[in-house]
């Protein structure tokens, strides 16, 4: 990955997740005899974080959400409306 690249990659993501942690770890969901396995801490701390920063941050999350529906919406209809006057002009021809 090019190094410009790379910088543009992080600060996107420290936009996006100003206070983002790296941690590895292992995802176990079933074991050969088809009983649950101990999940990994990490992954357990990454969800309740995830979980404490998207409550913190609902009222915006929620926000942007909202305006890019509004956004999406508004495109779909634009191009629905091109769309029957493409048809009706060749209707009418």
């Known amino acids: 990955m090019s190094s410009g690249r790379n910088t543009n990659l992080n600060r996107i993501k420290s936009f996006f997740f100003p206070r983002s942690i790296k941690e590895s770890c292992t995802a176990k969901s079933m074991n050969h005899n088809g009983k649950n396995s101990k999940i990994d801490e990490s992954i357990r701390h990454g969800f309740d974080w995830l979980i404490k920063t998207i409550y913190e941050n609902y009222d915006t999350l929620n926000k942007r959400v909202k305006e890019d529906v509004e ?11 091109e769309r029957q006057e493409r048809v009706q002009k060749m209707r009418e021809e």
């Open 71 to 81: 956004k999406r919406n508004e495109a779909e209809q634009k191009a629905k409306r």
